[in-house]
């Protein structure tokens, strides 16, 4: 298991610009695909964007292609989500997720996965 905390959310108007990052402890951090999720208020949870381990192959939910990054630092053991040209409908509670046998293109899948972060609250105003 590994332990993920995120971080960057916070309060920005409709076109700006945030980055989220995601911070782990564990000694075997390179080889797991990450991936970022969110949820907004009364909605399920849905998949944003993956990673695989070794940061050569990315994935992303087709309502946020073009306007976010999905990158990664092994050596810092940090997985960060750039996110450009925001839009209301982006406001959510952003969660950093780990896994360690799937593919970043699996990671859209969240079932199963067990390692979370607790979130970041990014705010998109009109």
């Known amino acids: 298991q590994v332990q993920l905390v995120e971080s960057g959310g916070g309060l920005v108007q409709a076109g700006g610009s945030l980055r989220l990052s995601c911070a782990a402890s564990?000694?075997?951090?390179?080889?797991?695909?990450m991936g970022w999720f969110r949820q907004a208020p009364g909605k399920e949870r849905e998949f944003v964007a993956a990673?695989?381990?070794?940061?050569?192959?990315?994935y992303y939910t087709d309502s946020v292609k073009g306007r976010f990054t999905i990158s990664r630092d092994n050596a810092k053991n940090t997985v960060y989500l750039q996110m450009n040209s925001l839009k209301p409908e982006d406001t959510a509670v952003y969660y950093c997720?780990?896994?360690?046998?799937?593919?970043?293109?699996?990671?859209?899948?969240?079932?199963?996965?067990?390692?979370w972060g607790k979130g970041t609250l990014v705010t998109v105003s009109s």
């Open positions: 564990g000694r075997t951090f390179s080889g797991y695909t």
């Open positions: 997720a780990a896994d360690a046998a799937r593919t970043a293109q699996r990671m859209g899948v969240s079932s199963g996965i067990q390692n």
């Open positions: 990673i695989s381990w070794g940061g050569g192959s990315t």
